[in-house]
Structures are given as structure tokens and as C-alpha cells.
């Protein structure tokens, strides 16, 4: 490792230096040398295959690099870290169905007393504007419900780091917009530290600080890009913003390049 890795590695809440990973014969990630920053919205963008939802796994301590490191708060990430909640793609498959709203969000704070219990599920229902809507069973709610759902559960574990993998691509534009904000809002409340998974150019740009683009697979990091958009952001000013356009089609750019190298 070169001093500067080792000073990026201290810098960082979650610092990824060298990771690569092979499946088999086939060699998904190169060499991936990234930081996310603690308490910005760091978000991960590329071509289909290349990696994303594997990085995560890995950062998640529920797969492991073929080779590299992935450090956590300085520690190496060898299992699920304390403090990591993670919200996947598909909510249909992560809510438990016969569950209501307020048993599923409770689900992971078992270890917890029944009064912290239920403060934390009603502070995390609040939050993401599903009060009332505790007795209901999740195939009874709106896709972009139950990913509220989802994100409540993950928000009631208090997440130091939040991980999301492409957590809006099941539901429709405007829904999308709200959950974009939402998780803003949130963020900005309580400085959790996060990083998303999308393959929605414009969605990387309107909520990240901090954008890592990688290539197609064998993938590396193509690019780092630091979006100095003011914050809070506004679904249409934001987007007006010719700096967001700037870095809009510089993302366009990258991903083309690295469709086609
Ligand atoms: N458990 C596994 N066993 C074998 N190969 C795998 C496994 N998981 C992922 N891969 C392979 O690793 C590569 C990267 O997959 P991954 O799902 O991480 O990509 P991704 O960037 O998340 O793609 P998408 O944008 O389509 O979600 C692909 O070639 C995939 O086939
Ligand atoms: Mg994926």
C-alpha cells in the first residue's frame, strides 16, 4: 500500500483499496481503489454487470474480495459491521409479507428492550411519512410504500453507514422523486453516512456529493467526481442548475466511454 492509500484509508469511514473480485474464472471487479467520505452521500453509477451489487456485498461483510481491502471506521470489514443497514433493490422480497409495517420495521431490533423497541420503529415510521399506516401488511401498500418501509427498517437500526442498491428502480418517476428527497431529508437530519447503487445518471448527480464511476467489468474506478451542487437540493431548480447539467453530461460521457472500451 502507498503512503497515499494509507492516508485516503484514514481520511475515509469506508475505504476500499485494491478490491477486486473473481467469480470462477471470470474477474468482475479489477482493482477498485475508492473512500466514501463519512456523513456524504456518496454514490456508485456503471455499466450493467460491472460490479455494483458485488462491491456492496462485499463492503457489507457478506461476500469477500478475491484480493484488497475494505476498512470500516479503520477496521477491516471481515462479517456484517456494526452500524451498517442496507436497503436492496426488490422490497417485495425483503418485507416480510405476513408482517405488519411496525412488526417488519422492529424485525432486526429484537436484541433491543420493547420500550427502545417502539420508540425507534415510531421515530423511523415518522420519518419516512407512514404514520397510520402501521397495521397494515405490505402487499396491501404501494411499491413506493413498502420501500418506505424498507427504509424505515433500515433507518430504525440507527446506520452510522447506509447502503442502498439501487433502491428506486422499481417504482415510477414521481414516487422516485419523493424517495429521492426523502432519503435527502433524512440524511441531512442525521448525517448518516450513504451510498447508493443507481443506474439513473440524473438521480447520481441530484443526491450525491461525491460520484464514483467505474468502467464496464473487468471494472476499476473510470472516474471520482466531487458534485458541488448546493444543498438542499430542489427536484426542479437543482436539475435547471447548469452546473448540474455540466456534470450530467459528464457522467453521460464516462459511461459511454466505458461501454465501449
Ligand atoms: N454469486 C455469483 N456467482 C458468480 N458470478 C457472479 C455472482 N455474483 C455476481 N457475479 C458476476 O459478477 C459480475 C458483476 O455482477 P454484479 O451483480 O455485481 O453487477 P452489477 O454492476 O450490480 O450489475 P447490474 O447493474 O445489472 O445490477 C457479473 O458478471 C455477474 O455475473
Ligand atoms: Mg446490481
Not at 455499466?47 to 484480493?67: A, E, F, M, Q
Request: hydrophobic share 40%.
Amino acid at each position: 500500500m502507498t503512503s497515499t492509500e494509507l492516508n485516503r484509508t484514514a481520511s475515509a469511514e469506508l475505504a476500499l483499496v485494491g478490491v477486486s473480485k473473481t467469480y470462477g474464472t471470470n474477474l468482475a471487479v479489477r482493482s477498485i481503489t475508492a473512500d466514501v467520505p463519512a456523513g456524504k452521500v456518496s454514490v456508485i453509477v456503471g455499466p450493467s454487470g460491472c460490479g455494483k451489487s458485488t462491491l456492496l456485498r462485499i463492503i457489507s461483510g457478506l461476500d469477500v474480495p478475491s484480493d484488497g481491502t475494505v476498512t470500516f471506521n479503520g477496521e477491516y470489514v471481515d462479517g456484517v459491521p456494526d452500524g451498517l443497514a442496507m436497503v436492496f433493490q426488490d422490497y417485495s422480497r425483503s418485507l416480510f409479507p405476513w408482517m405488519h409495517v411496525d412488526k417488519n420495521i422492529a424485525f432486526p431490533l429484537k436484541h433491543l428492550p420493547a420500550a427502545e423497541r417502539k420508540v425507534r420503529v415510531q421515530e423511523a415510521i415518522d420519518a419516512v411519512g407512514l404514520s397510520g399506516k402501521e397495521k397494515l401488511y405490505p402487499w396491501q401498500m404501494s411499491g413506493g410504500m413498502q420501500q418506505r418501509v424498507a427504509i424505515a427498517r433500515a433507518l430504525a437500526c440507527h446506520p452510522t453507514l447506509l447502503l442502498m442498491d439501487e433502491p428506486y428502480a422499481s417504482v415510477d418517476a414521481q414516487t422516485r422523486a419523493d424517495l429521492e428527497d426523502l432519503l435527502l431529508s433524512i440524511q441531512a437530519k442525521l448525517g448518516v453516512t450513504v451510498l447508493v447503487v443507481t443506474h439513473d445518471i440524473d438521480e447520481s448527480v441530484y443526491l450525491a456529493d461525491h460520484i464514483i464511476v467505474l468502467s464496464k467489468p473487468p471494472s476499476v474506478v473510470a472516474e471520482t467526481i466531487e458534485v458541488d451542487l448546493p444543498r438542499p437540493r430542489d427536484q426542479i431548480e437543482t436539475k435547471e442548475d447548469p452546473r448540474f447539467v455540466e456534470i450530467r453530461a459528464h457522467v453521460t460521457r464516462l459511461l459511454r466511454r466505458a461501454e465501449e472500451v
